[in-house]
């Protein structure tokens, strides 16, 4: 089933996205075990991402073959896990974190490639600059030595309907082209999960986030597995 629904979503957005941009399809592994991600690896992914800095530690060296991105909340004290590892971190969404960051890059002589994380609907569950700050954030976080900013990240909201999902999506382009046109470094805006990726390639996405579209529904730890995981 994994390699059928890998094949399928490849070809899918083999024709780019609306602007005529390649599209880079990366695997959401949350809760995958790394046998289901190398069978999508096998199958043709060749990019991955993980939510948890637990997991992504976890499943490092059992991996192979795919570029590795880190694409969930990121805690700062789990910052260290990270450096080396990954070629991008999409969820830069304060400057605590990126103080952070640039002080394990700058120690590791390594360059953090990052996505600049915007809630793009402005809702109080979820972190990131808001829409009107970013490009002011963009400003400042250009001046890290050991950061290099590739991009935006959104996520859209739950339970909108296309006409709201077109119109924030139209938004986030505009922002991602404001920013593109003035550093040639920026070229990803992440944007599109399994239940909205084709509205957002269809305005403007030319990077995808795909989980259980890939991989079918999660299966998520008992209570008492996530507590242990959560004292790691």
Sequence with gaps: ??????????AEIAGGNNFGEKITLVAATKTRTADEINEAIAAGIADVGENKVQEFTA???????????FIGHLQTNKVKYLIG?????????RFELADE??????KAE?????????NIGSELSKSGFSPDDAAAAYEKLRGYSDLRIRGLMAMLPLGGDAALWQSLCKKMRALYETLRDRDENICYLSMGMSGDWRICTENGSNMIRLGTALFGP??????????EEDKK
């Design 1 to 10: 089933m994994i390699a059928e629904n890998v094949k399928k979503a490849l």
């Design 59 to 69: 499943k490092y060296d059992a991996v192979c073959g795919a570029n590795r991105h």
């Design 85 to 93: 590892k990954t070629c991008l971190i999409h969820s830069l969404d």
């Design 101 to 106: 960051i640039q002080k394990r890059a700058a």
């Design 110 to 118: 390594w360059t953090a490639d990052c996505l600049i994380e915007v």
């Design 218 to 227: 999660r299966h998520y730890p008992s209570e008492g597995e996530k507590a």
